[in-house]
T-cell receptor, first 116, second 113 residues
Framework: AQSVTQPDIHITVSEGASLELRCNYSYGATPYLFWYVQSPGQGLQLLLKYFSGDTLVQGIKGFEAEFKRSQSSFNLRKPSVHWSDAAEYFCAVGAGTSSNTGKLIFGQGTTLQVKP | KAGVTQTPRYLIKTRGQQVTLSCSPISGHRSVSWYQQTPGQGLQFLFEYFSETQRNKGNFPGRFSGRQFSNSRSEMNVSTLELGDSALYLC????????????FGPGTRLTVL
């Protein structure tokens, strides 16, 4: 069965410091992978996605993520965090098969706190 | 393009009542998925609709149902509300559901008293 694990429930970083949020997935074939961000009381905003090709993908707001098949990981990174990045981040996997349409499986989320 | 819209944004109901939530997808998107978000269970897939047909379904009881109209707008209904149904209900739309790149609405916060 597909699953997504975000090992860190809560992370605190100082403003200007680098950030890496971890995501591990379980899926038999090449998955479709996503990172979403959610601010309090809001819906989810897509940061970036990986379908195929280059394993380093660039997203919005200066975020990037690297797909590592050997480690079943899709970690999110940002070189310099801004206070406005404080939010909850979700990693998700999609099946991309005709028998499993429209379904994303989400990790439990990582709450990012940014210290001034 | 306008984003995904959901109405109402907030709803308070009592146990045993039923509720209907509405979702308007991005123009041109034909797939609509629904999710329930709670602190304990996280984000869980409810169901997906495409061309007025339910194509995929998560592991929720039959009290949770939905439908999609010819203009791709979707509604979900929860009957006989329970306290545990209190959650943020998120709707997401995509072009056809196959690439699973979904765009989310702001959600409807349902509180069951």
């Amino acid at each position: 069965a597909q699953s997504v694990t975000q090992p860190d429930i809560h992370i605190t970083v100082s403003e200007g410091a680098s950030l890496e949020l971890r995501c591990n997935y379980s899926y038999g074939a090449t998955p479709y992978l996503f990172w979403y961000v959610q601010s309090p009381g809001q819906g989810l905003q897509l940061l970036l996605k990986y379908f195929s090709g280059d394993t380093l993908v660039q997203g919005i707001k200066g975020f990037e993520a690297e797909f590592k098949r050997s480690q079943s990981s899709f970690n999110l990174r940002k070189p310099s965090v801004h206070w406005s990045d404080a939010a909850e981040y979700f990693c998700a996997v999609g099946a991309g098969t005709s028998s499993n349409t429209g379904k994303l499986i989400f990790g439990q989320g990582t709450t990012l706190q940014v210290k001034p | 393009k306008a984003g995904v819209t959901q109405t109402p944004r907030y709803l308070i109901k009592t146990r045993g009542q039923q509720v209907t939530l509405s979702c308007s997808p991005i123009s041109g998107h034909r797939s609509v998925s629904w999710y329930q978000q709670t602190p304990g269970q996280g984000l869980q897939f409810l169901f997906e609709y495409f061309s007025e047909t339910q194509r995929n379904k998560g592991n929720f009881p039959g009290r949770f149902s939905g439908r999609q109209f010819s203009n791709s707008r979707s509604e979900m209904n929860v009957s006989t509300l329970e306290l545990g149904d209190s959650a943020l209900y998120l709707c997401a739309s995509s072009l056809d559901g196959h690439d699973n790149e979904q765009f989310f609405g702001p959600g409807t916060r349902l509180t069951v008293l």
